[in-house]
C-alpha cells in the first residue's frame, strides 16, 4: 500500500454488494461492472462463474470500470458469497409461489441505503443469463427484487436488471435536484421587464400596431400577459430589447 | 386492418416518442427498441441514422421488439422529427451553458406523464452513441435530461440511456406495490401461534429445557418473544408443529 491514495474515484462508502451467481458470458460481466461502476459501485462478486475466471472478456468489456473486475471476488457457491451479508436481495423476473417480501427495484435500493446506513451487509443476486436464479438461491435471500415490466414483453437481460438497480441505488447518492436550471441564468428583475415592455409598445405605437382603437385595451392586456409568462434572464431581456430595436429601425437607405 | 386485433401487446394509451438522432449502429437501435417495449413504448422515430433504413442489425437485435421498429418513422431532421411535438426533452451526459430545465429521469418522466395526460404530444431526444447531441438539438428541446452518475465514471450508452427513460416511464404504468409479498402466505392467527408456542414449550419442559429455575421466567418470555417476531404463515405453523414432534420423538428402537 502506497501512502496515498489518487484515485478521485475511491468510494469508501458503504455499499452494497452484487452478486452475480453462475455468470455465463464474460461480457455480460464486463457490462454488469460498467454499469455498475457509473453509479458509484464496485463490490462485485461471482458465484462459479461459467467460463473460469479471470477472464478477459469481462476485462475487455469493463474498460473504464476495469477496478470492479479487478476486486471481484469469487466464490463456489450462492452460500458462501453470502456468507458475510445480513440482508440479501433475489433479483427474479418470474414471480414465484414462495412466501417473500416483494420489493420494486426503487424500494428495495431505498430499503438497502437505509440498511446499509445501520451498519447491515447487504447483497442483491442476479442470475445467469437465461435462466435466472434457481429458486434454491432465491429461497436463500430475504427478499426479491422484481422490475415492473410490460408483460407482453418482459426481456431484461443481466446487464440490463444490474443497470437498473445500481441506478437506483445512485438515486441516493449522487443526488441531484429533480428539476433544477443549467447555466448562469439570471432571473430578469421586474424593472428590466417593465422597460422590456415599455420600449416594444412605444416602438409598436410608432407602427401603427394597436389598432383599432376599440381593441387597443385588449392588445396590450394580452401583449403584457405573453411577456409576463416567459419568465425572462437578464440576458434574455438584453436580447429583446436588441431585437426591437433592429426590427423598428428604418431600412437602409430610406 | 382485418376486424379483430388480436394483439395482447397493443398499447393504444398516449405516450411520448423516443427520438434517436443520429443514430450510428443498427445494434444500438435495436436494442433502444427492445428497451423502450420492455416498459410498453413503441414510438419510435429515427433522424438520419447512419447507416440508412430499414436496418437488418437493428432487426435482429430488436427480435421481440420488432413492432417497434417496424413502426419506427424517418426523418431527415431533427426539426422535422419535433414538428408535431408540443414538449420535448433532450438527454444530455454534460451540463450545457443554456439556460434550461434540467431534470432527473424520474421528475422527466413524471413531468412527461402529467403533460400526455393532459393530451400533449412529447418527445425525448437521444443523441448519436459517441457525441451525444449537438448543441443545437439541445437547444430546440424545451428541457434536459441527465441522468445523475459517479462523476468519476459517467459512461451511459445510448441503449442504457433509453432504458433508464423508458424505465421511469413504466414506473407510472406498470404500477406494482413498491413493497408486496409473493405466494399464497396466510398470516398465522393469534390462536395458532398459541398453540405452536405451547406445544413447543411443554415438549421444552419434557426434556428440562428451562433451567436453572431462577432462569425459566426470563427463557420463556426470550423464547415468546422469538416467535412473535418471525411474522409466521399457518403452513410455517404447521412445519414448526411438525419440527417439534419430530425432534422430541424417542430415537427409534429407544
Redesign the interface.
Known amino acids: 500500500m502506497s501512502g496515498t491514495d489518487h484515485s478521485?474515484?475511491h468510494t469508501p462508502q458503504p455499499q452494497p454488494a452484487f452478486v452475480l451467481v453462475g455468470p455465463q458470458m464474460g461480457e455480460n460481466i464486463g457490462a454488469a461492472a460498467?454499469?455498475m461502476?457509473?453509479?458509484?459501485l464496485d463490490r462485485l462478486r461471482l458465484v462459479a462463474p461459467r467460463d473460469g475466471w479471470p477472464n478477459p472478456r469481462a476485462v475487455a468489456m469493463a474498460s473504464?470500470?476495469a477496478k470492479v473486475i479487478d476486486g471481484a471476488r469469487v466464490f463456489a457457491s450462492t452460500d458462501e458469497a453470502l456468507n458475510d451479508l445480513t440482508y440479501t436481495y433475489a433479483t427474479t423476473a418470474r414471480?414465484?409461489?414462495?412466501?417473500?417480501?416483494?420489493?420494486?427495484p426503487?424500494?428495495a435500493l431505498a430499503?438497502a441505503r437505509a440498511r446499509v446506513a445501520k451498519g447491515e451487509q447487504v447483497g442483491l443476486l442476479f442470475g445467469p443469463e437465461r435462466a435466472g436464479l434457481a429458486n434454491e438461491d432465491v429461497v436463500r435471500a430475504n427478499a426479491?427484487i422484481?422490475?415492473?415490466?410490460?408483460?407482453?414483453?418482459?426481456?431484461?437481460n443481466l446487464a440490463?436488471c444490474v443497470?437498473?438497480c445500481a441506478?437506483e441505488w445512485?438515486?441516493g447518492v449522487?443526488?441531484?435536484?429533480?428539476?433544477?436550471?443549467?447555466?448562469?441564468?439570471v432571473p430578469a428583475s421586474g424593472v428590466e421587464i417593465t422597460a422590456l415592455r415599455d420600449h416594444l409598445e412605444s416602438r409598436l405605437e410608432d407602427v401603427g400596431f394597436f389598432w383599432p382603437e376599440d381593441k387597443r385595451a385588449s392588445m396590450i392586456e394580452n401583449l403584457r400577459n405573453l411577456i409576463s409568462r416567459l419568465d425572462l434572464?437578464d440576458?434574455?431581456v438584453r436580447t429583446l430589447h436588441g431585437i426591437v430595436r433592429a426590427l423598428s429601425k428604418p431600412p437602409a437607405g430610406r
Chains 1, 2 share one sequence.
Do not use: C, H, M
Not at 37 to 40: I, P, S, V
Not at 146 to 156: E, I, K
Open positions: 478521485l474515484a460498467r454499469a461502476w457509473n453509479f458509484g473504464g470500470a414471480p414465484r409461489d414462495l412466501t417473500k417480501t416483494v420489493f420494486t426503487e424500494a430499503d426479491i422484481t422490475v415492473p415490466v410490460n408483460p407482453a414483453f418482459a426481456s431484461l440490463q443497470l437498473l441506478y445512485g438515486q449522487f443526488e441531484a435536484d429533480p428539476i433544477a436550471t443549467s447555466g448562469k441564468a434572464t440576458a434574455d
